[in-house]
């Protein structure tokens, strides 16, 4: 078991920490991998490594066989080794403590993947080296790279290319060149242009590149084989190395290499690594011993008597672990290219830290210094034993925390110098986890990932914990997916009813995606999709609340937006008619609304920063770019207020009433009350009253909201709809199938593929996700089972029709939504809010 008084010493020492999440698409195979590296550390057995699956620590996860929660393990490596680069001195020992978090790869749980990345500084990306890089591969990595996260790649199942497609060491490796340069492709696409993380290019000749098989436990990266052979070449391992990868053809006759093929030459790769890999692999699968005990004896590997009893796949999982064990392998990476703390968060702290970056807090996470004032970012809640009570799961950016010290809790809404989502309390108790478990850590220093025990009840999701009276919040996660399928939720017996509102607060916290709320008198659950909404029912249902619960039908969200620049000025007068305000709604240009979600284009942003951008890439007018009010709702929603008025006075004495006003408008639009997207307000003028005693809130908010819902109305208003990115992977006889449904659910193909080397097709369309709910069954029906669908949240796209006409498909929406909410079956019409002079 760990050594735990061990543990905190290593802890200390920042430059031996690795902190990583594991990334992937679903079902490529990162929970075994995690199994390998579990083993390595002592906190599960050898054998029972790739099989246990021992981050799966929910019942669901153990019955579906994929990860639904992210899960933290904190592991001791007594490493051998002195400084990065070099290899071990007999006798010298480096500790190297690895924080790593085992990641879902279903996209409907990729909120799970954000909150990871976010305390994390690298990631192992798995592909599978038979289907490849996948769409979920694609945007896992995006996000790590958002978040400035380090990757490193492991290409997991190569025993499928030896014995399931058997390919010749050729093919494999053109297969595996495809997926490293595939992954390079990622990188240099998203990776951006700043270069702070230096080279991040992923090259097995450099190291930061390993192959393996997560299931039986084998794994090996180009080091491996070049310190092998390193001896009986009489050169050194570094220069080998690069041979093994590339244009590098050798003759064994020779004993010469060249850069071109050519006859009697052998591609370096091929000879050295594939060839006694695939070797070593079929004879023991083949059971042939006498061949077996040949191989084993070359490579230094001893049998025992009940070892040499074994025969098939547990001859070839005992040989090959002994051989080539997969922690070796992926320790080589992690503690050589993933970055030390000390060093990542010189490169992150101003991505991270919404405040001054000269201040006590942020010269403190630079340095990751721990006797700086504390820092620790809070990115999800677990359950722990207590029922209903949860650890926050956070990393220490600076300082150290310690169980009973007093700290400033920030939620999301914390201003510096408000008390609004303040708390000042005490810490209860640090943990350090390990999966499931926990055990007490005392004090833990940055550069760590901390369980902190108490703080549940003053943060709902995510939050910043520090003893700097001045500190500014972390940056809140952004996420890949979007909360848009929606189920109404209700007690069986209404005796029962406070325990689903209780439940229902719980359930906020133990997922970082879920929302709950009230909507219409009814009790709603959001999520990502079907199968991220059917995890939290049962979860409510079964822990959180624990009494029976009816659901609704899942319900799609919609948006609301325009299409067109207002048609006239709309003007609305306050209750008390001694102000007037004017207003028009145009819709964002293309692409602003998504920048602004993910933050490129945000509120607290210099404003010549953002100026610039706004008329280079939008062609803004300079001077409406300084006038930005503000954006919404909640402050960095899609919608924009821009004050484009001449010299009006008193303005600026009203601005936090129409700000106020333009939150409530953007968040409750016109047509449904839903959501307001990609929409720009402009205040065009204004008329004041001089007295402050006119013009207060009471008088302002309700009549901005009246001239924002004018002026969409006069702007073609429109009804948005989410849709999904569909990628269906089907063997070509079922293609057809596949197509006709697709097409059948309102679905755009926009790309069709055929793999490889392979007999599998990839098919890629848009679809609404209205229409995606039943889609698995359908697709298993029309296929006979053959196809795997993946569903990824894309964009919104206007529906069809005028709202306004009650027979257009948007008109039918808009009124199934207000039916829903208990709203009037009509829209209001534009007289309700539009005065005249």
Wanted: one cysteine or more; hydrophobic letters at 40%.
């Amino acid at each position: 078991m760990v050594n735990q008084e061990r543990m905190r010493e290593a802890m200390c020492q920042a430059r031996n920490v690795r902190n990583m999440a594991v990334i992937a698409h679903v079902d490529h195979g990162k929970t075994t991998l995690t199994d390998a590296l579990l083993a390595r550390a002592g906190v599960i057995s050898l054998e029972q490594a790739g099989d246990k699956c021992a981050t799966h620590t929910r019942k669901d996860e153990q019955a579906k066989g994929i990860t639904i929660k992210s899960t933290a393990v904190s592991m001791l490596f007594e490493r051998i080794g002195s400084t990065p680069g070099e290899r071990p001195v007999e006798g010298e020992g480096r500790p190297l403590v690895v924080h790593l978090i085992d990641s879902p790869g279903h996209v409907d749980f990729s909120s799970e993947v954000t909150a990871a990345l976010r305390i994390a500084d690298g990631a192992m990306v798995v592909v599978d080296c038979i289907e490849g890089v996948c769409v979920q591969t694609e945007t896992v990595l995006r996000q790590a790279l958002a978040e400035r996260i380090r990757p490193v790649l492991m290409v997991n199942k190569m025993d499928r290319a030896v014995f399931e497609i058997q390919l010749t060491p050729e093919e494999m490796y053109r297969a595996l060149v495809r997926i490293v340069e595939n992954v390079n492709v990622i990188l240099a696409t998203y990776g951006g242009e700043d270069g702070v993380m230096g080279d991040i290019m992923l090259d097995p000749a450099k190291g930061n590149v390993a192959f393996g098989s997560g299931l039986h436990g084998w794994g090996f990266n180009l080091d491996q084989f070049a310190r092998m052979y390193a001896d009986r070449f009489k050169v050194k391992a570094e220069k080998l190395r690069r041979r093994l990868w590339g244009d590098h053809f050798y003759s064994a006759t020779d004993r010469k290499w060249r850069k071109t093929p050519a006859e009697g030459f052998t591609r370096g790769f091929n000879l050295f690594v594939v060839e006694p890999l695939v070797k070593m692999l079929r004879a023991c699968k083949d059971s042939d011993m006498e061949k077996v005990l040949k191989l084993t004896s070359g490579v230094n590997v001893t049998l025992s008597t009940e070892e040499r009893d074994l025969a098939g796949k547990g001859l070839m999982r005992c040989v090959m672990k002994k051989w080539l064990p997969a922690a070796d392998a992926m320790l080589d990476m992690i503690g050589e290219h993933l970055p030390s703390p000390e060093v990542a968060q010189q490169y992150r702290t101003d991505m991270l830290y919404e405040g001054p970056l000269d201040d006590s807090a942020a010269v403190a996470m630079k340095k990751c210094d721990p006797n700086g004032p504390l820092m620790i970012f809070v990115s999800k809640m677990v359950p722990a034993a207590d029922k209903g009570r949860f650890w926050a799961i956070g990393r220490v950016f600076s300082g150290t925390v310690a169980t009973g010290m007093k700290v400033r809790i920030m939620g999301p809404d914390y201003k510096p110098g408000s008390q609004t989502d303040l708390f000042v309390r005490p810490i209860q108790g640090t943990k350090i986890m390990v999966g499931a478990s926990n055990y007490s850590a005392g004090e833990v220093p940055c550069g760590n990932i901390v369980g902190l025990g108490g703080v549940d009840k003053y943060l709902l999701k995510t939050g910043t914990i520090t003893t700097y009276e001045h500190a500014h919040n972390l940056r809140v996660l952004k996420f890949s997916v979007s909360p848009v399928v929606r189920v109404a939720v209700d007690v069986v017996n209404p005796a029962h009813l406070p325990k689903l509102v209780e439940g229902l607060k719980r359930l906020g916290k133990a997922d970082p995606m879920v929302q709950c709320i009230m909507d219409g008198g009814q009790h709603v659950v959001m999520g990502a999709g079907e199968l991220h909404l059917s995890v939290c029912l049962q979860d409510l249902e079964e822990e959180h609340a624990g009494v029976p619960i009816k659901k609704s039908e899942p319900v799609v969200t919609y948006q609301e937006t325009v299409s067109a620049a207002s048609d006239r000025i709309c003007l609305a007068k306050t209750p008390n008619k001694l102000c007037r305000l004017y207003m028009t709604a145009r819709p964002l240009p293309d692409g602003l609304p998504d920048m602004i979600e993910k933050g490129t284009v945000k509120a607290t942003q210099d404003v010549k920063e953002r100026g610039r951008l706004l008329v280079d890439q939008f062609d803004f007018n300079l001077g409406d770019t300084k006038k930005i009010w503000c954006f919404g709702p909640n402050g960095s929603g899609p919608n924009m207020l821009v004050d484009t008025s001449k010299a009006v006075n008193y303005l600026q004495d009203i601005r936090d009433s129409v700000v106020a006003g333009f939150q409530w408008a953007t968040a409750e639009g016109v047509l449904s009350e839903s959501t307001v997207r990609g929409v720009r307000f402009n205040i065009e003028d204004a008329m004041v009253h001089g007295d402050s005693s006119h013009r207060g809130g009471s008088q302002i908010i309700p009549a901005t909201r009246r001239a924002l819902y004018a002026a969409m109305l006069t702007a073609g208003p429109r009804i948005l709809e989410p849709v999904y990115l569909v990628e269906v992977a089907c063997p070509s006889q079922a293609l057809g199938g596949a197509i006709n449904l697709i097409s059948r659910k309102r679905g755009e193909i926009i790309m069709q593929t055929q793999q490889e080397g392979t007999p599998m097709c990839v098919v890629m369309a848009y679809m609404p996700v209205n229409e995606s709910f039943g889609f698995n069954e359908q697709l298993r029906g029309e296929t006979g089972g053959q196809a795997f669908p993946q569903f990824h949240f894309d964009h919104w796209q206007t529906l069809a029709g005028d709202p306004l006409d009650a027979t257009s498909r948007a008109g039918v929406v808009v009124a199934e939504i207000r039916q829903r909410k208990g709203l009037a079956e009509k829209i209001p019409a534009l007289e309700n809010y539009l005065d005249r002079i």
